[in-house]
Structure formats: C-alpha cells, structure tokens
C-alpha cells in the first residue's frame, strides 16, 4: 500500500522559514516524481512545485507564485521529500499536501500538514 | 481567480446523473494537455478521480467517467449516492503558468 506522510507543520511567524517532510513507502521512491500542493482554508488547491527522480537528474520546477521562497529537495536513501519554506508570509497558511506523480497527474496524497503563519 | 473554470456548486438527487464542467483556454486545455479529475470527500485529502482525461483509478467506481473536448472537460457521475457528497477539482497544465487547477466544484446530494 503506497502512503505518504507528511510533518513540520505547525505555527510560525511572518518571515520565518519552515522545512516539510514527507516519507513515502509501499513504492520504490527513488524511482518516482514527487510533488507538493497546498489548499489554503476555505480554498481551492494549488501546485507548488515538484521533484523528478534522479533518472531525470532531480529537476525542479516551481509554481510562479513562491518561486525563490520555497525549495523541494529529495532523499532517497530515506525514502524523504522535503519542501523548505523561507520568508512565510500569512498568505503561506493552508494544508500542505505531497503527492506521488503518476505522470502529469498526482495519483497519491499524503494526509496533509497545516502550516499556519501569524505574529 | 484559477486558470481553470468549474461551477461553484452542483446539485442532484439520489440515482441522477450530473456533470461538472471544466472550462481552460487554449494555452492549457486547448492545448491538448491532459485533464485529471480529484475527488475531497470533507475533512479529508483529495483522491485521484479520473486521470488523463478519462481513465479510473482501481477501485473508482464505474459510475465516473471523463472526457474532454476542445478547450472543456467534464465529469460525469452516474447514479449518484450520498457518499459522492464532496468537492470536485479539474487539473491540468498551463504552457505558462506549469499545473494549474480548477476553483472547485461542491457536489450536494439532495
């Protein structure tokens, strides 16, 4: 069975970094494109950015709006996507979801982790 | 504002059909990229619905289905039940803009 976990949310103020974590298992990670999405309260869902495998050398690429805030890295040897968050504005407060990419479609979601960013 | 349009909301009763419309441009939709389909029941994470315009996932019931024309996609369901009370998210890619997604669709079960 494929999950997805994710961790590091939490409450932290404006300006501030946070790192996600997501563990994957009941998949060979390492070979598989991973993803991070958020949903803001009340909201719809956004893409932030994604991670290939290193077959395809690891390339990121990233949603216009946190592009140069926010970084997605990978370790297989863990099993482990991250997703670094700097400068977090209020704005940055939602569900951050990682996903496994079937292709050009998410095929499983982790449940989520709140991030919440207030003085 | 999202990329892609859907209804706010949709309603039907008990064993209706309904279908929820997704509407791009052609800088994504139009542009023969591939449309996929997610499932939020409430409180929960959105499940993969209906993925490349109009394949299920094991176990997604035979009562979806997808297609897509021209700058549009639509999802339909079939003899509706209580349990597909959720919302409905149409994606795709933006040859500017990367992965984009719809605002959302809250189906209500009558």
């Known amino acids: 069975e494929v999950l997805l976990v994710e961790s590091g949310g939490g409450l932290v103020q404006p300006g501030r970094s946070l790192r996600l974590s997501c563990t994957g298992s009941g998949f060979t990670f390492g070979d598989n494109h991973m993803s991070w999405f958020r949903q803001a309260p009340g909201k719809g869902l956004e893409w932030i950015g994604f991670?290939?495998?290193?077959?395809?050398?690891?390339?990121?690429e990233y949603a216009a709006s946190i592009k140069g805030r926010f970084t997605i890295t990978r370790d297989d040897s863990k099993n482990i996507a991250y997703l670094q968050m700097n400068s977090l504005k209020i704005e940055d407060t939602a569900v951050y979801y990682c996903?496994?990419?079937?292709?050009?479609?998410?095929?499983?979601w982790g449940q989520g982790t709140l991030v919440t960013v207030s003085s | 504002q999202s990329v892609l349009t859907q209804p706010p909301s949709v309603s039907g009763a008990p064993g209706q059909r309904v279908t929820l419309s997704c509407t791009g441009s052609?800088?994504?939709?139009?542009?023969?990229?591939?449309v996929h389909w997610y499932q939020q029941l409430p409180g929960t994470a959105p499940k993969l619905l209906i993925y490349v315009n109009n394949n299920r996932p094991s176990g997604v019931p035979d009562r979806f289905s997808g297609s897509k024309s021209g700058t549009s996609a639509s999802l339909a369901i079939s003899g509706l039940q209580a349990e597909d009370e959720a919302d409905y998210y149409c994606q795709s890619f933006d040859s500017s803009l990367g992965v984009v997604f719809g605002g959302g669709t809250k189906l209500t079960v009558l």
């Open positions: 052609s800088s994504n939709i139009g542009a023969h990229y591939d």
């Open positions: 996903t496994k990419l079937g292709g050009s479609y998410a095929d499983y």
């Open positions: 991670i290939k495998s290193k077959t395809y050398g690891e390339t990121t």
